[in-house]
Antibody
């Protein structure tokens, strides 16, 4: 059974940093691209970032470009999101999501499995 | 403002058929596959339709997807109370080089 478990969320002041983690199990992690998707309270889904299976290719939403860094450790079956210069508008539930196909690219197919999310609150 | 446009709400009675639309442009829906997600409040999204009209195993054939030009639709037939949820469309946008979502449609079963 595919499992994605996010951690690392919390309350932080604007301008500070936070690092999210996602522990994956139940599938061959290094075969799949992975993503972070967020959902602000009462709002729709927003793709944040994606990373290819071998980390050679990474993409970001314009809203986080230059502030967030996605990474992965295939030996640890883990996905990460380093969030710097946090803003109040980054407040959201952050989901880790697995790519649908084993093409390895984060651009090719969408997300088929999601974790339960970890909440990030940015407020002074 | 979402890149993909969905109606904020939809409704139907049990047994009815409802459709939810998703409108985009040539840089997203017009050139890429569409995906649909179901999200019951308080839970993670669930993949309902992939690559325009394919259903993952376990998704009933009451759910169907279609795409034409720069628009797509999700149809739900034989509506049930358990179908009450938010439904969102998603696709890759070539111009933005990003995955984009619709704002979501809240489905109410009357």
């Amino acid at each position: 059974e595919v499992q994605l478990v996010e951690s690392g969320g919390g309350a932080v002041q604007p301008g500070r940093s936070l690092r999210l983690s996602c522990a994956a199990s139940g599938f061959t992690f290094n075969d799949y691209a992975m993503h972070w998707v967020r959902q602000a309270p009462g709002k729709g889904l927003e793709w944040v970032s994606g990373i290819s299976w071998h980390s050679a290719s990474r993409g970001y939403a314009d809203s986080v470009q230059g502030r967030f860094i996605i990474s992965r450790d295939n030996a640890k079956n883990s996905l990460y999101l380093q969030m710097n210069s946090l803003r109040p508008e980054d407040t959201a539930l952050y989901y880790c999501a697995k790519d649908l196909s084993s093409s390895g690219s984060y651009k090719g197919d969408a997300f088929d499995m999601w974790g339960q999310g970890t909440m990030v609150i940015v407020s002074s | 403002q979402s890149v993909l446009t969905q109606p904020p709400s939809a409704s139907g009675t049990p047994g009815q058929r409802v459709t939810i639309s998703c409108s985009g442009s040539s840089s997203n829906i017009g050139n890429n596959h569409i995906y649909w997600y179901q999200q019951v409040p308080g839970t993670a999204p669930k993949l309902l339709i992939f690559r325009n009209d394919q259903r993952p195993s376990g998704v009933p054939d009451r759910f169907s997807g279609s795409k034409s030009g720069t628009s797509a639709s999700l149809a739900i037939s034989g509506l049930r109370s358990g179908d009450e949820a938010d439904y969102s469309c998603a696709t890759w946008d070539d111009s933005l080089s990003a995955w984009v979502f619709g704002g979501g449609t809240k489905l109410t079963v009357l």
